[in-house]
């Protein structure tokens, strides 16, 4: 830091002196210091409307395009969470919802109106989540998270995900249950305080997910229509997905 702060006090100091050296030059040339002094008082009363354009204006205007462009790359790795492993995950974790038929029918929308996402994420908060590790293949869940877990840890080492906190959580919910279920040799004998444990931490990670997906069908609808027709034809809460279009 202290490197930094010299370099610029250099460069301070090398731009102040090259504008004395210009308006020196001007009086020895031209003699006409009142001149000379009447437009530097100009220059210096014009000063900080040029500093208002340039740090209020357009910096502005360059940070909203940049966070725009980071935006974007962020939802490129959201879209490569869900082709990887999140619509694989999703299907995997509402198996052991009691109350899966109603989240399908809240998340099942093949036109999704402006409002759906809205409505949607009301919908998800107020589920009532009656999860039974009984239920569904507690073991396969535990199999497929192990395979896909060096393609969790390359997303959380990801720089630009310290911009995008709610899929960060999701990251570190889905990697939390991986490890908790990678350290239990035995899922078919669990006790009953453990059971509990367990279906806490998938309750965690399937709300993040769900969250997660709605808020990315949204930006797909929005920005890339033609991405979003496919992701909806393949949609994790649809019973049997029909890829092809008719």
């Not at 990887?84 to 399908?104: C, P, T, W, Y």
């Amino acid at each position: 830091m202290k490197k930094k702060h010299k370099w610029y006090l250099l460069l301070a100091g090398v731009l102040i002196s090259t504008s004395l050296l210009f308006y020196a030059l001007q009086v020895v040339i031209f003699k006409r210091v009142p001149d000379t002094l009447f437009y530097l008082l100009q220059d210096i009363a014009f000063l900080p409307i040029s500093v208002l354009i340039v740090t209020l204006i357009v910096d502005n205007l360059l940070k909203n395009r940049e966070k725009r462009s980071l935006h974007n790359k962020l939802n490129m790795v959201v879209g490569t969470f869900f082709s990887e492993m999140g619509r694989q995950l999703l299907k995997m974790m509402i198996a052991f919802d009691h109350n899966s038929v109603e989240l399908m029918n809240t998340l099942n929308d093949k036109t999704w109106p402006d409002e759906f996402a809205k409505s949607a994420l009301g919908g998800i908060k107020n589920h009532p989540f009656q999860l039974d590790l009984k239920r569904s293949d507690l073991e396969g869940l535990k199999i497929f998270l192990l395979e896909k877990r060096e393609c969790l840890m390359r997303m959380l080492e990801n720089p630009n995900l310290l911009e995008h906190e709610k899929f960060t959580d999701l990251l570190w919910a889905v990697s939390h249950l991986t490890e908790e279920l990678a350290l239990r040799e035995n899922l078919q004998q669990l006790h009953t305080k453990d059971e509990e444990h367990l279906v806490l931490d998938l309750k965690r990670a399937f709300y993040h997910v769900i969250i997660e997906w709605v808020a990315y069908m949204k930006h797909l609808k929005k920005n890339y229509p033609y991405i979003f027709s496919l992701a909806q034809r393949n949609s994790p809460f649809e019973k049997k997905p029909k890829i092809e279009v008719e």
